[in-house]
């Protein structure tokens, strides 16, 4: 008997992907644990595993394409022995094409009406279909057409003056007599949208450019951090941090891990500050729930980690309680994976409170925006010598700022001040670190 294989929920946020790259054809014989699709989530791209084994009768859905729902049939697995003509059949839930077969029928009939010698049957309603398809196939930057729908402009009447023939808005103005410039303002408060037009006026109006499809993951990103911005009321806090002690202490391990092959790192330190920090000032390791409260008793700091696709933060989970050296081999090996896109989403899901160092930029000071529904999150920036007061007198020192962002719903100005505090005494005194 055949089996539909459905788009699988990887996450437990998940409610749609890209089917990224299909590993199997039709006609593939599969068994149980076989990879057969990569599907890429808001987060990372992951491999689909047969569960049954049998045939691919048929491919509903072609790799490449993005939004499928979780549930969505997207492929049809012939059972042992069956014949793969008798699963055909059920591909005929993919009967959606009819409606699609009925554009491309309209498509003869727009040259009819560009040829403009046959204008006797058109209705209102007809001609601005053939417009809409005339513009389809013509070169013209999205703020020409838009305009040229406004006004009721024919783009297949005009000739463009941007690179490779492209209709600009300028082509629309000498259309219009010349007297584009002003009208434009006009026709964007036409239903087409304002915002949308003057946002368009920035980059479309015969600049070289290119349109580039947002990733799933890049479309998270804007979601969640958007919402966050809008929706949580940050508090910032700023200190500055001696580092020479801790960067003495980093000295001293490394030479010792060197035959153990493990090599720390600043932040690496900084992953275990910022968790000793959490667990000495519990306040600040929370979420805020609506009407609760969440208070954590285990510190899982999330880690920005830049990848090409974008950010995301991986997690050392009960940081308080690990060495240096587990720190930073566990570091190493997810950030390896995330930017293979091979993390599982348990490794970047969740966390208490997150850290993002942009030191290694030589960015000075920035304040990070909270990842939700954690309550904070600590930006770092570079170390550098400068002058600096110790003991009364004064000196040069490497010093680092350190910038918390608090949610002010779920943290107070104080408890915040308070983890700044703990934070910076075990960077200038990096002995409890090692505790």
Request: charged content about 25%; overall charge negative.
């Amino acid at each position: 008997m055949s089996i539909e294989l459905k788009m699988p929920a990887l996450s437990p946020t998940m409610e749609e992907g890209t089917l990224a790259k299909w590993l199997v054809k039709e006609g593939d014989t599969v068994a149980s644990g076989d990879i057969l699709a990569e599907i890429e989530t808001d987060k990372a791209t992951m491999e689909f595993e047969a569960v049954d084994e049998g045939t691919i009768a048929k491919i509903l859905v072609a790799e490449g394409s993005d939004g499928v729902k979780v549930g969505t049939p997207i492929a049809i697995l012939a059972g042992e022995g069956e014949e793969i003509s008798a699963a055909a059949p059920a591909p005929k839930a993919e009967a959606a094409p009819p409606p699609k077969v009925e554009e491309p029928k309209i498509e003869p009939a727009a040259p009819a009406s560009g040829g403009g010698e046959t204008p006797s049957a058109p209705p209102a309603a007809a001609t601005s279909t053939p417009k809409a398809d005339a513009s389809n196939r013509i070169k013209a930057s999205p703020l020409a057409r838009r305009l040229a729908e406004a006004q009721g402009i024919d783009l297949s009447t005009l000739k463009g003056s941007g690179p490779g023939g492209r209709i600009v808005r300028a082509d629309l103005g000498k259309a219009a007599g010349g007297a584009m410039s002003a009208p434009a303002p006009t026709s964007t408060a036409a239903p087409a949208g304002l915002q949308s037009v003057e946002t368009e006026l920035a980059f479309t109006d015969g600049v070289p450019h290119e349109a580039i499809k947002l990733s799933n993951m890049r479309k998270t990103i804007a979601r969640r951090l958007t919402e966050s911005k809008q929706q949580i009321p940050h508090i910032y806090l700023t200190l500055e941090a001696r580092l020479d002690a801790l960067l003495k202490l980093r000295g001293e391990l490394n030479a010792g891990l060197a035959n153990r092959g493990v090599k720390l790192s600043v932040n690496d330190m900084l992953i275990k500050a910022l968790a000793l920090a959490l667990v000495e000032v519990p306040e600040c390791n929370v979420s805020f729930a609506g009407d609760q409260l969440i208070k954590y008793h285990r510190a899982d700091i999330s880690v920005a980690v830049s990848i090409p696709n974008g950010l995301i933060t991986p997690i050392i989970a009960g940081a308080e309680d690990k060495s240096l050296s587990k720190i930073s081999t566990e570091m190493q090996d997810l950030a390896g994976r995330a930017k293979e896109g091979k993390l599982q989403p348990h490794e970047y899901q969740g966390g208490t409170a997150s850290l993002s160092n942009m030191g290694m930029f030589g960015i000075k000071h920035f304040e990070a925006v909270i990842n939700p529904p954690q309550a904070m999150i600590m930006a770092i920036g570079a170390g550098e010598k400068r002058p600096y007061v110790i003991d009364d007198s004064l000196q040069i020192a490497t010093v680092m700022s350190a910038t918390g962002s608090f949610d002010h719903r779920a943290i107070d100005g104080a408890d915040g001040a308070r983890l700044m505090k703990a934070f910076k005494e075990l960077i200038e005194s990096p002995l409890g670190l090692v505790a």
